[in-house]
């Protein structure tokens, strides 16, 4: 079993830290904030993937390790 304190939690961050301050908009031209809010999450998403990989039986390890690689490319971008 793993830890869970290392597994990020959001609730744990203030609402003003996690939410932008303009609604979000599904366009190519988002402003610097919602860009950086999405990359963050993906990251957060990658770490949380990462530590259940660790506890997952062997033989759902590979899919989830093949998930945290894609998501951090995408994270890069």
Excluded: N, W
Aim: proline share 6%.
């Amino acid at each position: 079993m793993t830890d869970r304190s290392t597994v990020t939690r959001l609730e744990s961050y203030a609402l003003s830290q996690c939410t932008p301050q303009v609604p979000a908009r599904a366009s190519d031209r988002s402003g610097p904030d919602e860009q950086g809010l999405f990359y963050a999450g993906l990251h957060y998403i990658a770490a949380d993937l990462a530590e259940l990989a660790k506890a997952a039986p062997p033989d759902k390890t590979s899919a989830l390790l093949a998930l945290v690689r894609l998501i951090r490319v995408l994270a890069k971008r």
